[in-house]
């Protein structure tokens, strides 16, 4: 069997479990890479060759477990996220490509050659943390979450990523019990509602649960954050938060409810979709 013939077959297992064809192609092509170890100019080439020997059995065992549904970002272990390549695993979201606003907009706000303190509220993978530590090598970060397990893969993210010696990671909820006041807090809190579990993709049902869900309404965590950045964020401080569809006009109602904090502006995503909030505390 050739290279293509092979690859054509896993496509079809795939795309008879569901998996939309041309994301089944993204998929086989890149197990196949990961595996053998080549790019894509010698896939291409390669492909009416033989099969290669060494791309059994993990080949196989990944297609499947791609057409169970697990993300391939488990599968493979990791995910690109603000240029850098982070670890991931069950015990952490997985990074989204909109999550990248918050670093984007943090970076902004933080000064460019001098300190400030940072911190980043549910780092799950560390993502944010670790990019904005990568960015803004003179700020000091404090990273929490309540999973151990997350705070775990964060480590060695920051460790593979040469900023362990600048982000602090705290088992905590919010930042109870994290000695303050911060520059810049930004937080990706859960905010799917409890009952929209049935209608996710299967993918993300393989993600914790943990990161995902935000009570009946889907506020229960944005309300911690901002309740956090009431008490921790510096007068003139910021905070810079990821919610869901939908939610802008309930973010702002409870904004608005909150003396020290002001709604500064919302960022959009590339879909035009309202996803993060800018919100200033007052001096």
């Known amino acids: 069997m050739t290279l293509h013939e092979r690859l054509v077959e896993a496509r079809g ?32 080439v390669e492909r009416q060759a033989a099969t290669p020997p060494q791309l059994e059995p993990q080949f196989s065992e990944w297609v499947e477990r791609r057409r169970r549904r697990e993300p391939s970002a488990y599968i493979l272990g990791v995910r690109e996220f603000w240029g850098l390549e982070f670890e991931v695993t069950p015990a952490v ?35 944010v ?29 920051a460790t593979r990523l040469g900023v362990a010696d600048r982000v602090r990671f705290v088992a905590t909820s919010y930042l109870n019990d994290v000695p303050g006041p911060f520059d810049v807090i930004t937080a990706n809190p859960p905010y799917v509602k409890d009952g929209d579990k049935p209608a996710l993709a299967p993918a993300v049902k393989h993600e914790p649960e943990v990161a995902l869900f935000g009570g009946v309404e889907g506020l229960r965590d944005i309300t ?35 003396a020290p904090l002001t709604l500064r ?19």
């Open 129 to 157: 943390a670790v990019s904005l530590a990568h960015e803004r090598p003179r700020c000091r970060i404090t990273a929490t979450d309540i999973s151990t397990a997350a705070l775990e893969v964060a480590r060695r993210n």
């Open 224 to 258: 911690g954050v901002l309740d956090a950045a009431c008490l921790k964020l510096k007068p003139g401080g910021w905070l810079v938060m990821e919610f869901g569809y939908g939610q802008e006009e309930q973010v702002e109602a409870l904004v608005a409810a909150r």
């Open 13 to 44: 297992v795939l795309a008879a479990a569901g998996i939309a064809q041309t994301e089944a192609a993204i998929d086989v092509d890149l197990y196949a890479r990961t595996i053998l170890g080549w790019d894509r100019a010698r896939l291409l």
């Open 265 to 283: 502006r919302v960022r959009a995503d590339l879909q035009g979709i309202p996803r993060a909030a800018i919100i200033q505390r007052g001096a």
């Open 93 to 127: 979201l997985i990074p989204r490509p909109e999550t990248e606003f918050l670093v984007e907009e943090a970076v902004g706000l933080l000064p460019t050659l001098g300190g400030a303190d940072v911190a980043d509220v549910g780092t799950g993978s560390g993502c």
